[in-house]
């Protein structure tokens, strides 16, 4: 499989990836099925049966609201979130929806229509859907069966079997292939060019080099406008934990002892490195526009170091935005070929975890890492957060995680900057670390997978 940077990194909506983003895009293409089909002006009800994951922490995901939203064809990354509430509001009040945004109106009730599942699983992935629609006599029209696998990617059941079966797939071939870390690093050295070189190479396959560049300086761009809101947004977060937002007082009180760029006793980086990812993250925690990387549980991970390479390092230009993002991408691809960055399937480790590999990496890259420098940060990364769980309390994407993305974000600065006090040379490889993390996800009671049913989800107590 040759997957791409702008399939590890796109625009979209919180609060996660797998479980918000994934349904949306899953019901949009059930529409589109029925579209295909000429089956759309037939359906008198449309149904969306949620399972496992999805099934147990959908309400405190909306993954019920990601649904409506797509059946009525919206797409997280198009979206706007102030009119996500309007909308809903609209189809509760008129016990309508017009499938797809079209004019062929079918009755619709949440509570019945979208079903929260919390005793079953399917059996390729815990974040399973069938998306079902029945005609006026209640004859079942169309069924299909989706996979939310991590970052937004969904797979309908065909797929997954033909990728249980290990069936070839028909995406084009890459000019520097590859499927672990040593076979990128051998790229490099046979060619002597950078990680981000390779990508970009790769991503050439796709789009012009001019385009690429386009398109991850405008998720920059997203990224600095989910910061710069997120810095002056003061309120409680929705979902009835009553999490205080915390960005903006905290964006006053460095602002108030001067320059960003001034490192005092009173002022660090880690401060404002802190600031940023709480900024982002409690933005995907109020459903706002973010950009998934490579999850939205983890979205603040990635920005925050970015922000820290543009804000404290002189020469620093989107010539290295670029390269840092490319990077980045080069290890998420190997998290998700051969371990999960599904929360669900292999706990924070994967989304976290990964995050801060992929955020070490793109940063040592930029500062003058060399190809085994910059492998040697993301294992650093990943290492670092082997074992991490998925225990949001309430099944919310606020505790623990918008504080642990900031805790991410300063351990990813960390692991490059210890990679670059070295030659490249470690006991340990990427990859060895990313099985192990695939292991470990393996191995970790289910409780501790986003379902909240075990760790902090139950140990604190949600009045």
Same mark, same amino acid.
């Given at each position: 499989?040759?997957?791409?940077?702008?399939?590890?990194?796109?625009?979209?909506?919180?609060?996660?990836?797998?479980?918000?983003?994934?349904?949306?895009?899953?019901?949009?293409?059930?529409?589109?099925?029925?579209?295909?089909?000429?089956?759309?002006?037939?359906?008198?009800?449309?149904?969306?049966?949620?399972?496992?994951?999805?099934?147990?922490?959908?309400?405190?995901?909306?993954?019920?609201?990601?649904?409506?939203?797509?059946?009525?064809?919206?797409?997280?990354?198009?979206?706007?979130?102030? &009119?996500?509430?309007? +909308?809903?509001?609209?189809?509760? @009040?008129? #016990?309508? /929806? =017009?499938? $797809?945004?079209?004019?062929?109106?079918?009755?619709?009730?949440?509570?019945?229509?979208?079903?929260?599942?919390?005793?079953?699983?399917?059996?390729?992935?815990?974040?399973?859907?069938?998306?079902?629609?029945?005609?006026?006599?209640?004859?079942?029209?169309?069924?299909?069966?989706?996979?939310?696998?991590?970052?937004?990617?969904?797979?309908?059941?065909?797929?997954?079997?033909?990728?249980?079966?290990?069936?070839?797939?028909?995406?084009?071939?890459?000019?520097?292939?590859?499927?672990?870390?040593?076979?990128?690093?051998?790229?490099?050295?046979?060619?002597?060019?950078?990680?981000?070189?390779?990508?970009?190479?790769?991503?050439?396959?796709?789009?012009?080099?001019?385009?690429?560049?386009?398109?991850?300086?405008?998720?920059?761009?997203? &990224?600095?406008?989910? +910061?710069?809101?997120?810095?002056? @947004?003061? #309120?409680? /977060? =929705?979902? $009835?934990?009553?999490?205080?937002?915390?960005?903006?007082?905290?964006?006053?009180?460095?602002?108030?002892?001067?320059?960003?760029?001034?490192?005092?006793?009173?002022?660090?980086?880690?401060?404002?490195?802190?600031?940023?990812?709480?900024?982002?993250?409690?933005?995907?925690?109020?459903?706002?526009?973010?950009?998934?990387?490579?999850?939205?549980?983890?979205?603040?991970?990635?920005?925050?170091?970015?922000?820290?390479?543009?804000?404290?390092?002189?020469?620093?230009?989107?010539?290295?935005?670029?390269?840092?993002?490319?990077?980045?991408?080069?290890?998420?691809?190997?998290?998700?070929?051969?371990?999960?960055?599904?929360?669900?399937?292999?706990?924070?480790?994967?989304?976290?975890?990964?995050?801060?590999?992929?955020?070490?990496?793109?940063?040592?890259?930029?500062?003058?890492?060399?190809?085994?420098?910059?492998?040697?940060?993301?294992?650093?990364?990943?290492?670092?957060?082997?074992?991490?769980?998925?225990?949001?309390?309430?099944?919310?994407?606020?505790?623990?995680?918008?504080?642990?993305?900031?805790?991410?974000?300063?351990?990813?600065?960390?692991?490059?900057?210890?990679?670059?006090?070295?030659?490249?040379?470690?006991?340990?490889?990427?990859?060895?670390?990313?099985?192990?993390?695939?292991?470990?996800?393996?191995?970790?009671?289910?409780?501790?997978?986003?379902?909240?049913?075990?760790?902090?989800?139950?140990?604190?107590?949600?009045?």
């Amino acid at each position: 499989m040759s997957l791409s940077v702008f399939d590890l990194m796109k625009v979209g909506i919180g609060p996660s990836s797998s479980h918000t983003v994934g349904p949306m895009r899953a019901a949009v293409a059930f529409v589109k099925q029925l579209q295909k089909q000429g089956m759309l002006t037939q359906v008198a009800r449309v149904e969306g049966e949620l399972y496992g994951s999805l099934g147990a922490t959908g309400k405190g995901h909306a993954s019920d609201i990601a649904v409506v939203l797509g059946l009525l064809g919206e797409a997280p990354e198009t979206i706007e979130p102030r &009119m996500v509430q309007p +909308v809903l509001d609209k189809v509760a @009040t008129d #016990g309508q /929806l =017009p499938l $797809g945004g079209s004019d062929h109106l079918i009755d619709f009730d949440q509570r019945r229509d979208v079903i929260l599942n919390l005793q079953e699983s399917l059996p390729y992935h815990p974040n399973g859907m069938t998306m079902r629609a029945f005609a006026e006599n209640n004859d079942l029209l169309c069924a299909v069966t989706y996979y939310s696998v991590g970052g937004g990617f969904v797979v309908d059941e065909a797929s997954a079997m033909a990728d249980e079966l290990h069936m070839d797939d028909d995406s084009p071939i890459v000019p520097y292939p590859f499927a672990t870390g040593m076979e990128l690093l051998a790229h490099c050295d046979a060619t002597g060019m950078s990680i981000s070189q390779i990508m970009m190479e790769n991503e050439k396959t796709w789009r012009t080099e001019e385009e690429v560049r386009a398109e991850l300086l405008h998720m920059w761009r997203v &990224m600095q406008d989910c +910061v710069t809101h997120g810095c002056h @947004t003061e #309120g409680v /977060l =929705p979902g $009835g934990l009553n999490v205080k937002r915390r960005a903006a007082n905290l964006y006053a009180k460095l602002n108030s002892l001067g320059s960003v760029k001034v490192i005092t006793p009173q002022l660090s980086a880690m401060d404002w490195v802190n600031l940023y990812a709480m900024a982002v993250n409690e933005e995907n925690a109020a459903g706002g526009r973010i950009v998934t990387a490579p999850t939205n549980g983890a979205a603040g991970v990635i920005p925050a170091v970015m922000h820290y390479y543009d804000n404290f390092y002189p020469g620093a230009n989107d010539d290295g935005i670029v390269k840092f993002m490319l990077a980045a991408a080069a290890v998420g691809i190997l998290c998700k070929l051969n371990a999960s960055i599904s929360g669900a399937e292999v706990g924070c480790q994967g989304e976290v975890g990964s995050a801060c590999a992929m955020a070490a990496a793109g940063l040592a890259e930029v500062i003058g890492g060399t190809a085994m420098q910059v492998e040697n940060a993301a294992e650093i990364g990943m290492e670092h957060n082997l074992g991490l769980t998925c225990d949001p309390i309430a099944g919310l994407v606020q505790v623990p995680c918008i504080e642990r993305n900031a805790m991410a974000a300063i351990k990813a600065i960390n692991a490059a900057h210890m990679a670059l006090r070295g030659d490249g040379e470690h006991l340990v490889s990427l990859d060895d670390v990313i099985k192990t993390m695939r292991d470990t996800g393996a191995d970790m009671q289910e409780k501790y997978k986003e379902t909240s049913r075990g760790g902090l989800a139950v140990n604190v107590i949600n009045c």
